[in-house]
């Protein structure tokens, strides 16, 4: 069964209430759209429209040569470098870095998630404070062409959606040029190390040292 306390504490999530609605976090993905609309009318005021669509918070830089699509919404003190690409359907928390050619669509960012290098994300969630090394890639799509599935604790879950990155969760970190394979599970605090390629599910607090190598991370 999905237990939502080893991937999210839910601190610094910009849609908290939503997560209560869905058996299983990926469900969120599709109302993305709605969400946003949600969020607007439940802190009027609170953010500036910077263009069609797109929406950001208090102190939130943008560069010029960042390219924005709406929908989308961005908390307070984020940094959107130079080159960034948002393609629709984000919604992201306080404190998010998107950084130079990093590209994010179909995402739900917590507050303080770092994408600062070369990093592609989509269809996703990523906890509070997730990080991903340079060249760092969220796959969201099949090669096969199949819909996504998950693996859990043994089980094989249909999730019905074409495309499906990963559920990444709070404090995860993913090394320099590390593929998520679709549909991967990250548990909270864990550790994936560079140029590895994960698929499945990695649980809480555990570092992923190349494809079934999975060991308790134990921190000095």
Not at 32 to 43: K, S, V, W, Y
Not at 67 to 84: E, M, Q
Not at 97 to 113: D, P
Not at 139 to 158: C, I, M, R
Request: glycine content about 10%; overall charge positive.
């Amino acid at each position: 069964m999905w237990k939502v306390e080893e991937y999210f504490s839910l601190e610094g999530c910009p849609c908290p209430e939503a997560f209560a609605k869905v058996r299983y976090p990926w469900e969120l993905l599709p109302q993305i759209p709605d969400l946003i609309h949600a969020i607007l009318q439940q802190n009027p005021g609170r953010f500036r429209q910077i263009s069609q669509g797109v929406w950001v918070g208090a102190r939130t830089k943008v560069a010029d040569t960042a390219s924005l699509v709406g929908p989308a919404i961005f908390g307070d003190d984020c940094d959107i470098r130079p080159n960034a690409y948002v393609r629709e359907h984000v919604i992201a928390g306080d404190g998010v870095v998107l950084g130079n050619a990093s590209e994010v669509k179909q995402a739900i960012l917590f507050s303080k998630v770092q994408l600062p290098h070369f990093n592609y994300v989509g269809d996703s969630i990523l906890g509070l404070g997730a990080h991903l090394g340079a060249g760092a890639i969220i796959s969201n799509f099949k090669s096969t062409k199949e819909p996504a599935k998950v693996w859990l604790e043994g089980k094989v879950f249909e999730t019905g959606l074409r495309k499906l990155g990963a559920i990444v969760g709070d404090r995860v970190e993913v090394g320099c040029n590390a593929v998520l394979n679709p549909g991967t599970l990250v548990g909270k605090g864990s550790v994936i190390y560079p140029l590895t390629s994960v698929r499945g599910s990695i649980p809480p607090h555990m570092i992923c040292k190349a494809p079934g190598v999975i060991v308790p991370y134990l921190k000095s």
